[in-house]
């Protein structure tokens, strides 16, 4: 594993152990699925206003079929993004343990975030592209501090700030693609962010 090569830590158990992780993700996934059974429901009810409202009444057989569908059609969506999110997040939490990693939070010319993940001299190690939480990029000074990384990096990877209070996905990028990358070097790690990667990043979680 490659935090291991850098002294980083590693949780000892998968990141579905952390407190909450799990719950929270589980959640998420029963939303998504309740989701799409509402979407049921209401194709159910629709198809019911046809063939019993509109007889007696076609305008209200209309009204009602028409918001039945349109709830049905949101609903489905919703539950089945909400699935196509989740579900990965939830088989690599299942699969895979935290990584303490020093980051540098940037962005491309395009606008999308980025997640470079920091040896201790400064080099980017890897980088991966991150739909970072508004709350989570705005509430790092500079851009830089302490992420969790669960996942193969090269690819499907969950993150989570320190203490999993905020959970997202993040894709492996090809190696040197950005431009900070393929400049070299940032300024090495500071002492405390690497004393907590090496040292202290799931003390608490361990005790």
């Not at 152990?17 to 309740?34: C, I, K």
């Not at 203490?163 to 070097?185: I, N, Q």
């Not at 405390?192 to 979680?205: D, G, H, V």
Request: glycine fraction near 10%; include cysteine; proline fraction near 5%.
């Amino acid at each position: 594993m490659l935090a291991d090569e850098y002294g980083y830590q590693v949780s000892g158990g998968t990141a579905a152990t952390h407190p909450g992780v799990y719950e929270r993700l589980r959640r998420e996934r029963t939303a998504a699925r309740n989701g799409m059974l509402f979407a049921v429901v209401m194709v159910a009810a629709t198809v019911a206003a046809v063939k019993w409202v509109v007889p007696v009444s076609l305008n209200a057989g209309v009204a009602v079929a028409g918001l039945a569908g349109t709830l049905a059609f949101f609903s489905g969506l919703g539950g089945a993004v909400g699935l196509a999110v989740t579900a990965p997040k939830l088989t690599v939490a299942l699969s895979h343990p935290f990584q303490a990693w020093p980051c540098q939070l940037e962005e491309t010319k395009d606008h999308q975030r980025l997640i470079l993940l920091l040896a201790p001299d400064g080099s980017v190690a890897r980088e991966l592209d991150s739909a970072v939480p508004d709350t989570v990029w705005h509430g790092t000074p500079d851009g830089r501090g302490m992420l969790w990384i669960a996942g193969d990096l090269r690819s499907q990877c969950l993150v989570a700030t320190p203490d999993a209070k905020e959970l997202w996905r993040a894709k492996g990028r090809p190696y040197g693609a950005s431009p900070v990358a393929a400049g070299g070097t940032l300024r090495a790690v500071e002492d405390e962010l690497l004393r907590t990667a090496t040292q202290q990043a799931f003390s608490a979680w361990m005790q």
